[in-house]
């Protein structure tokens, strides 16, 4: 993989931030210099930012490597980092949530009150049996129930495995039993774009025939649909917390104590459960979340949109906020119910500070113009964020433009399930922003971008991103499959973890992520990331969205085959020529005839997931003709039936 990228090697404007957003930052500004004099002492110093009951002597034990152990002689207990530290310091009645549902109901709940709910959940589940160990399974929405059901776990050292709202019944089955799970909390249905999912239905239909380790299912009445209890497993939450006490202590367990299990998003075969602790995963998911985002807890409204399903939503939506004391947004709905205002809706109600998001959302709005954003006032902004897969330069710099009023910062994030946490990112009072670059490793993460042979590629080079030195957030394996861990993430390069990213290396050593690197394509012996071309398709004044697959083709090898989503805003001007052709052309140009696409195929939406990835393995099924596979992670799964049908009727015509 050593194809050079021209782009790379070429002078990028870089905005620099602005005196007086450095003069306001509250992050100190040696942290990248501490980190590289000593990498251990500096973790163990964001370490000690947390309440440990037992303080910790010993930082990383890496003898059993790939499996780490960090700060394993101390403990703690991740509830009262997020809950109980900050009431018993004076800021019980801080806002910790503000929430909105769907159909515009609210709530706004205290770091008091959210300690109080989680103290009697945390009763409520060991009169159940519920013991330090034990996995309770959580199949819920976007709601404050949701947050107090993964806290309490957390504050019993139970281990909490989040089940993302819109997965089947199979799906289910499959994670509750490889987990082996005691408890399902769920709810009765949450709304979507305006209907009830009936939630509790699905888990019914899950622990039919399976589930034999489920003892309990809670039921959090939401919706009021009809659902069916049965005598003796099924509880309804209300009814079960009013009888326990909201007094509850919580207890000091080791840094290493499992913590939760998330298995991965659009696997195909048995489900792939990464396991998260406690010490080492806390430590930097909190560091970063106030670093990153240049946090100021006594007056930030800080919103992260992704699902607590994922991982995004996990790190920077419960456990860094919550345990740097933040005040957040959290919505329960669809971006565009009842329309496409929503978000911005919500923006200008609560004043938001820092908006965390995709770039997936950002291209869905780039396709509607200005006019929507442009019709609220979004000035509380302060701070932009983007987290899921690379973000185009394009993209960047519309949402600094449009959303961000052409003032703030945007830091681009790169991380994984795996990794937990934040891994490469730029510091927003520190570094000169440039459009599209991942830029620089947090400080105490140590990467290389290296080729097959695990050489460190020149820059302008396309490499593998590889992770040199184990860091506090890792996954400490896959769940009850150890050989699978390191057969998948630690063999291609013994000792050093492979994200399985592509990635390349400017002249000035920032990093550029180029994606999967299955999503890299081998075109007449040249590879091409196809992020380059999506971009190349982005930067065309027709195009809001774009994915693009590497397809079989008998004469190159693999063709490219491109999806895009055009500009409602000009539709006068596309239909006055022919789109597919234009874009084809322009791609041939801007990067060269090899990489010309094969086939453009103009389609209204593109298949994601509710955490904003474009599902481009369904796009390479479709591309080559085979049958799609599991959609039940897709936010809307007829958006591929309608492509798929639009390619059938696309061939016919042919």
């Given at each position: 993989?050593?194809?050079?990228?021209?782009?790379?090697?070429?002078?990028?404007?870089?905005?620099?931030?602005?005196?007086?957003?450095?003069?306001?930052?509250?992050?100190?500004?040696?942290?990248?210099?501490?980190?590289?004099?000593?990498?251990?002492?500096?973790?163990?110093?964001?370490?000690?930012?947390?309440?440990?009951?037992?303080?910790?002597?010993?930082?990383?034990d890496w003898s059993d490597a790939p499996i780490a152990k960090w700060f394993d002689d101390g403990e703690l207990n991740a509830s009262y980092n997020c809950l109980d530290r900050h009431v018993l310091a004076g800021n019980g009645d801080r806002v910790a949530i503000h929430w909105e549902g769907e159909p515009g109901d609210t709530r706004t709940i205290t770091y008091a009150e959210l300690?109080?709910?989680?103290?009697?959940?945390?009763?409520?589940?060991?009169?159940?049996?519920?013991?330090?160990?034990?996995?309770?399974?959580?199949?819920?929405?976007?709601?404050?129930e949701t947050i107090v059901a993964i806290l309490a776990a957390a504050r019993i050292g139970a281990v909490h495995s989040v089940i993302f709202g819109g997965f089947s019944a199979d799906s289910i089955r499959q994670r509750v039993e490889d987990a082996n799970a005691k408890l399902v909390v769920t709810t009765d249905g949450s709304f979507r774009r305006g209907k009830v999912l009936p939630l509790k239905d699905t888990v019914d239909a899950a622990l039919d025939g399976g589930g034999a380790s489920v003892e309990h299912v809670l039921v959090v009445q939401r919706a009021k649909n009809d659902v069916s209890i049965t005598e003796g497993r099924d509880l309804w939450w209300h009814d079960e917390i009013a009888q326990v006490s909201d007094e509850h202590v919580a207890?000091?367990?080791?840094?290493?104590?499992?913590?939760?299990?998330?298995?991965?998003?659009?696997?195909?075969?048995?489900?792939?459960?990464?396991?998260?602790?406690?010490?080492?995963?806390?430590?930097?998911?909190?560091?970063?979340?106030?670093?990153?985002?240049?946090?100021?807890?006594?007056?930030?409204?800080?919103?992260?949109?992704?699902?607590?399903?994922?991982?995004?939503?996990?790190?920077?939506l419960v456990y860094g906020p919550l345990a740097n004391g933040a005040t957040q947004l959290m919505y329960e709905g669809a971006h565009d119910f009842p329309d496409l205002g929503r978000w911005?809706?919500?923006?200008?109600?609560?004043?938001?500070?820092?908006?965390?998001?995709?770039?997936?959302?950002?291209?869905?709005?780039?396709?509607?113009?200005?006019?929507?954003p442009e019709a609220y006032d979004l000035t509380s902004i302060r701070l932009l964020g983007s987290v899921g897969e690379p973000i185009n330069p394009e993209a960047?710099?519309?949402?600094?433009?449009?959303?961000?009023?052409?003032?703030?910062?945007?830091?681009?994030?790169?991380?994984?399930?795996?990794?937990?946490?934040?891994?490469?990112?730029?510091?927003?009072?520190?570094?000169?922003?440039k459009p599209g670059a991942a830029q620089k490793p947090v400080p105490g993460i140590v990467v290389s971008v290296v080729d097959e042979q695990g050489n460190r590629v020149d820059p302008g080079e396309m490499g593998l991103l590889t992770i040199t030195e184990p860091w506090p957030a890792m996954a400490r394996g896959i769940y009850g499959d150890r050989e699978r861990y390191v057969e998948t993430y630690w063999s291609q390069f013994p000792g050093r973890y492979f994200a399985g990213d592509?990635?390349?290396?400017?002249?000035?050593?920032?990093?550029?992520?180029?994606?999967?690197?299955?999503?890299?394509m081998n075109v007449s012996g040249h590879r091409l990331s196809t992020m380059e071309i999506e971009s190349s398709l982005v930067d065309h004044p027709f195009v809001a969205e774009a994915?693009?697959?590497?397809?079989?083709?008998?004469?190159?090898?693999?063709?490219?085959?491109?999806?895009?989503?055009?500009?409602?805003?000009?539709?006068?001007?596309?239909?006055?020529?022919?789109?597919?052709?234009d874009l084809r052309s322009h791609v041939a140009k801007d990067i060269g005839s090899f990489a010309r696409p094969r086939e453009v195929h103009i389609v209204d939406e593109l298949p994601k997931t509710r955490s904003g990835k474009i599902m481009r393995r369904l796009l390479r099924d479709v591309a080559d003709g085979k049958a799609v596979g599991d959609t039940t992670t897709l936010t809307d799964s007829a958006v591929m039936s309608a492509i798929s049908s639009g390619m059938a009727q696309g061939s016919a015509d042919d």
């Amino acid at each position: 993989m050593s194809d050079k990228i021209d782009y790379l090697l070429e002078d990028i404007e870089t905005i620099t931030p602005s005196p007086e957003f450095v003069a306001a930052s509250p992050v100190p500004t040696d942290l990248d210099e501490r980190a590289k004099a000593d990498r251990l002492g500096f973790w163990a110093e964001q370490a000690r930012d947390l309440h440990w009951h037992t303080p910790f002597t010993q930082v990383l034990d890496w003898s059993d490597a790939p499996i780490a152990k960090w700060f394993d002689d101390g403990e703690l207990n991740a509830s009262y980092n997020c809950l109980d530290r900050h009431v018993l310091a004076g800021n019980g009645d801080r806002v910790a949530i503000h929430w909105e549902g769907e159909p515009g109901d609210t709530r706004t709940i205290t770091y008091a009150e959210l300690l109080g709910e989680v103290k009697r959940a945390a009763n409520l589940y060991e009169s159940l049996g519920v013991t330090a160990g034990d996995v309770v399974a959580i199949y819920m929405p976007m709601l404050p129930e949701t947050i107090v059901a993964i806290l309490a776990a957390a504050r019993i050292g139970a281990v909490h495995s989040v089940i993302f709202g819109g997965f089947s019944a199979d799906s289910i089955r499959q994670r509750v039993e490889d987990a082996n799970a005691k408890l399902v909390v769920t709810t009765d249905g949450s709304f979507r774009r305006g209907k009830v999912l009936p939630l509790k239905d699905t888990v019914d239909a899950a622990l039919d025939g399976g589930g034999a380790s489920v003892e309990h299912v809670l039921v959090v009445q939401r919706a009021k649909n009809d659902v069916s209890i049965t005598e003796g497993r099924d509880l309804w939450w209300h009814d079960e917390i009013a009888q326990v006490s909201d007094e509850h202590v919580a207890k000091a367990f080791p840094a290493e104590q499992p913590l939760f299990i998330l298995y991965t998003s659009g696997t195909t075969g048995k489900p792939k459960g990464l396991l998260h602790t406690t010490g080492g995963y806390l430590t930097q998911a909190s560091f970063t979340h106030r670093t990153l985002f240049d946090l100021q807890p006594e007056t930030d409204v800080y919103w992260c949109t992704a699902d607590v399903g994922w991982v995004t939503g996990h790190s920077y939506l419960v456990y860094g906020p919550l345990a740097n004391g933040a005040t957040q947004l959290m919505y329960e709905g669809a971006h565009d119910f009842p329309d496409l205002g929503r978000w911005f809706e919500l923006i200008q109600k609560y004043g938001v500070t820092i908006l965390y998001t995709a770039p997936t959302a950002i291209r869905s709005y780039m396709k509607t113009g200005r006019k929507i954003p442009e019709a609220y006032d979004l000035t509380s902004i302060r701070l932009l964020g983007s987290v899921g897969e690379p973000i185009n330069p394009e993209a960047w710099e519309w949402y600094r433009e449009v959303i961000g009023g052409n003032r703030v910062p945007v830091v681009d994030t790169w991380w994984q399930t795996e990794t937990g946490a934040v891994m490469i990112s730029a510091i927003p009072s520190q570094t000169s922003l440039k459009p599209g670059a991942a830029q620089k490793p947090v400080p105490g993460i140590v990467v290389s971008v290296v080729d097959e042979q695990g050489n460190r590629v020149d820059p302008g080079e396309m490499g593998l991103l590889t992770i040199t030195e184990p860091w506090p957030a890792m996954a400490r394996g896959i769940y009850g499959d150890r050989e699978r861990y390191v057969e998948t993430y630690w063999s291609q390069f013994p000792g050093r973890y492979f994200a399985g990213d592509g990635a390349g290396v400017d002249k000035d050593g920032d990093l550029w992520l180029l994606g999967r690197v299955d999503d890299v394509m081998n075109v007449s012996g040249h590879r091409l990331s196809t992020m380059e071309i999506e971009s190349s398709l982005v930067d065309h004044p027709f195009v809001a969205e774009a994915a693009v697959v590497g397809a079989t083709d008998e004469t190159t090898g693999q063709a490219v085959v491109a999806f895009v989503v055009l500009k409602q805003s000009q539709a006068d001007k596309i239909a006055a020529t022919d789109p597919v052709s234009d874009l084809r052309s322009h791609v041939a140009k801007d990067i060269g005839s090899f990489a010309r696409p094969r086939e453009v195929h103009i389609v209204d939406e593109l298949p994601k997931t509710r955490s904003g990835k474009i599902m481009r393995r369904l796009l390479r099924d479709v591309a080559d003709g085979k049958a799609v596979g599991d959609t039940t992670t897709l936010t809307d799964s007829a958006v591929m039936s309608a492509i798929s049908s639009g390619m059938a009727q696309g061939s016919a015509d042919d």
